[in-house]
């Protein structure tokens, strides 16, 4: 099995800042893509930002500027850094990961965290 476990969220005002970690654990042979996506009430789930394996990054337009996406390969965990955060980034945030399960595995399967809730007031 592969498991991903959020953690960081929280509630805070507009303008502060929070930072969301997702590790990966289980039947890893490789992970290529890790991104984080969440999903408002009533809303779609979107996707937030995204980071490949080449390095690449990705963010939705909503967030340019004020989140970061890194990832630690070693430790398989990404984080998300939260800065200047507004009330419209209340959500509940999800993790995922596109994952090789064997040297020999053919298919990379999604994985997704259970999420984290992140609150921003007023």
């Known amino acids: 099995q592969v498991q991903l476990v959020e953690s960081g969220g929280g509630l805070v005002q507009a303008g502060g800042s929070l930072r969301l970690s997702c590790a990966a654990s289980g039947s890893i042979f490789s992970i290529n893509a890790m991104g984080w996506y969440r999903q408002a009430p009533g809303k779609q789930r979107e996707l937030v930002a995204a980071?490949?394996?080449?390095?690449?990054?990705n963010y939705a337009d909503s967030v340019k500027g004020r989140f970061t996406i890194s990832r630690d390969n070693a430790k398989n965990t990404v984080y998300l850094q939260m800065n200047s955060l507004k009330p419209e980034d209340t959500a509940v945030y999800y993790c995922n990961a596109d994952v090789l399960r064997s040297e020999r595995g053919r298919t990379m399967f999604r994985y997704w965290g259970q999420g984290t809730q992140v609150t921003v007031s007023s």
């Open positions: 980071m490949p394996s080449g390095g690449s990054t």
